[in-house]
T-cell receptor, first 113, second 114 residues
Framework: ETGVTQTPRHLVMGMTNKKSLKCEQH?????MYWYKQSAKKPLELMFV???????ENNSVPSRFSPECPNSSHLFLHLHTLQPEDSALYLC????????????FGSGTRLTVV | GESVGLHLPTLSVQEGDNSIINCAYS??????FIWYKQESGKGPQFIID?????DKRQGQRVTVLLNKTVKHLSLQIAATQPGDSAVYFC?????????????FGRGTSLIVHP
């Protein structure tokens, strides 16, 4: 375990469903991130939260909605997704908004049918 | 636009050989680089890093070389073992507005044959 826990590990959802991905870290980090990893493409940064405040949103469609209720938890709410949204969604955290001490979770494998 | 890329998508080696994974970057403003290892079913894990004021850094069985002249980064793994089989990513980090913005490469799949 890396200290960053993601649930569920696997998720299959229909295009009309609403689901949420959860990320939890107990490393005392202040920054948390959502990434999308698709086959044969680089990791894509989706959202950045620093001290529970969203500081970056990389032109992500509104069908992805992040939530950071406290510095230990991060959610990604999903609704009306498309098949091309199928990917591995990775959460990461770091002591502050920097690459030092970057720690990734194991990801949620999402399949949209 | 700026990008980080890897020359080879797949590298196959025999156990015990040395492995070299390459990475090209194009943003001369990048000042911090990280190599990650991603095993099947896991997230990327930190292997080794290097700052732009260095040209070489060594860890346990791994060495990272940085050539700023040609904007090239490499990861050398000595005496490669089956447990080294994974996808390896390089990431460049640019300091922007007081925060680092990482950009990841596509990844190279390393396959180690026993």
């Amino acid at each position: 375990e890396t200290g960053v826990t993601q649930t569920p590990r696997h998720l299959v959802m229909g295009m009309t469903n609403k689901k949420s991905l959860k990320c939890e870290q107990h490393l005392g980090h202040n920054a948390m991130y959502w990434y999308k990893q698709s086959a044969k493409k680089p990791l894509e940064l989706m959202f950045v939260y620093s001290l529970e405040e969203r500081v970056e949103n990389n032109s992500v469609p509104s069908r992805f909605s992040p939530e950071c209720p406290n510095s230990s938890h991060l959610f990604l709410h999903l609704h009306t997704l498309q098949p091309e949204d199928s990917a591995l969604y990775l959460c990461a955290s770091s002591p502050k908004q920097s690459p030092y001490g970057y720690t990734f979770g194991s990801g949620t494998r999402l399949t949209v049918v | 636009g700026e990008s980080v890329g890897l020359h080879l998508p797949t590298l196959s080696v025999q156990e015990g050989d040395n492995s070299i994974i390459n990475c090209a970057y194009s943003n001369s403003a990048s000042d911090y680089f990280i190599w990650y290892k991603q095993e099947s079913g896991k997230g990327p894990q930190f292997i080794i890093d290097i700052r732009s004021n260095m040209d070489k850094r060594q860890g346990q069985r791994v060495t990272v070389l940085l050539n700023k002249t040609v904007k090239h980064l490499s990861l050398q793994i000595a005496a490669t073992q089956p447990g080294d089989s994974a996808v390896y990513f390089c990431a460049e980090n640019i300091l922007s507005g007081g925060s680092y913005i990482p950009t990841f490469g596509r990844g190279t799949s390393l396959i180690v044959h026993p």
